[in-house]
């Protein structure tokens, strides 16, 4: 059983800074690409950044690069989401979720287990 914990959502201004955490318990963490997806209200889910098995291969969605960085501490079982230069656009439920290999994908489909989510609100 897997299980992922999120974590350090909240309320930011347009501009400002956060960090998400994604805490996994169970086996094969440092075995699985990571990622981090996100929805906002009436929307679908979508991608928003991958990391690989062992973190030296990562991928970002073009509405995030340069903005957000996707890291792992496989020691630690936690992936982490840099989110800077935030805007209100970025205002969604933030999921973090464990790949079907280790390789970084985009699709949802390629993700077999998800956390609960945390908010991330940002105000103009």
């Known amino acids: 059983q897997v299980q992922l914990v999120e974590s350090g959502g909240g309320l930011v201004q347009a501009g400002g800074s956060l960090r998400l955490s994604c805490a996994a318990s169970?086996?094969?963490?440092?075995?699985?690409?990571m990622g981090w997806f996100r929805q906002a209200p009436g929307k679908v889910r979508e991608f928003v950044a991958s990391i690989s098995w062992s973190g030296g291969s990562t991928y970002y969605a073009d509405s995030v690069k340069g903005r957000f960085t996707i890291s792992r501490d496989n020691a630690k079982n936690t992936v982490y989401l840099q989110m800077n230069s935030l805007k209100p656009e970025d205002t969604a439920v933030y999921y973090c979720?464990?790949?079907?290999?280790?390789?970084?994908?985009?699709?949802?489909?390629?993700?077999?287990?998800w956390g609960q989510g945390t908010q991330v609100t940002v105000s103009s």
């Open positions: 169970g086996r094969s963490f440092s075995s699985a690409a």
């Open positions: 979720a464990r790949g079907r290999s280790g390789s970084r994908r985009s699709e949802l489909n390629q993700y077999d287990y």
